[in-house]
């Protein structure tokens, strides 16, 4: 079992630019989750899906769109980059509520 | 949504000796408190967790403890070693409960001196 994929690992984007993260799971779980990670702040959720079909905003939401394609696949989308859109960025699941969560390897995105 | 407050953010001990990590949280729903430890460069890892039905976890030298009334949790590594050098991270249901992601706290910088 691979885990959870993310691709592609490094991207630089100029402000204005569109691009979409791809994640995969093959561990079966109904929940997956987008977060960014930036220096001294920890991770921060940004919108997470329940099950395959639902998907609802996580605390910093704005400037992103997320697509829940099936039960192994979930995109997060950024229509127009900005510089503070600069961050790392991790998919993870889980299979049910109170289970931990594994993550992907990460996104490392910079906007100029 | 839960608000998290983690200490300290850098944590130095000399290898063998013990460390504590303390966090507090905020709604008391929250029902499902994990740690991850973060290697440099690398994706944060399922250390340990705890339900809130249980005040105490151990799993070798890790160990959880879970205090419900005063809303605050835990990390106790003990006989540290360098491989614990890393970046440790609690966290909290995002919602107080539910498949609804994760709040973390900002991360305490474990460092193990020789």
């Known amino acids: 079992n691979a885990g959870v994929t993310q691709t592609p690992k490094f991207q630089v984007l100029k402000t204005g630019q569109s691009m979409t993260l791809q994640c995969a799971q093959d561990?079966?779980?109904?929940?997956m989750y987008w977060y960014r990670q930036d220096p001294g702040m920890g991770l921060r959720l940004i919108y997470y899906s329940a099950s395959e079909g639902t998907t609802d905003k996580g605390e910093v939401p704005n400037g992103y769109n997320v697509s829940r394609l099936n039960k192994r696949e979930f995109s997060l989308r950024l229509e127009s980059a900005a510089p503070s859109q600069t961050s790392v960025y991790f998919c993870?699941?889980?299979?049910?509520?109170?289970?931990?969560?594994?993550f992907g390897p990460g996104t490392r995105l910079t906007v100029l | 949504g839960e608000n998290v407050e983690q200490h300290p953010s850098t944590l130095s001990v000399q290898e063998g000796d013990s460390a504590v990590i303390k966090c507090t949280y905020s709604?008391?729903?929250?029902?499902?408190f994990p740690w991850y430890k973060q290697e440099l460069g690398k994706r944060p890892q399922l250390i340990i967790d705890?339900?809130?039905?249980?005040g105490e976890k151990k799993d070798q030298r890790i160990a959880v403890t879970l205090n419900k009334t005063a809303k605050h949790f835990s990390l106790h590594i003990t006989e540290t070693q360098p491989e614990d050098s890393a970046v440790y991270f609690c966290a909290a249901p995002y919602s107080g409960g539910g498949a609804d992601g994760l709040t973390f706290g900002k991360g305490t910088h474990l460092i193990i001196q020789p």
């Open positions: 705890i339900r809130s039905n249980v």
């Open positions: 993870a699941s889980r299979t049910r509520a109170a289970q931990g969560q594994f």
């Open positions: 561990m079966n779980h109904n929940s």
């Open positions: 709604d008391s729903a929250s029902n499902y």
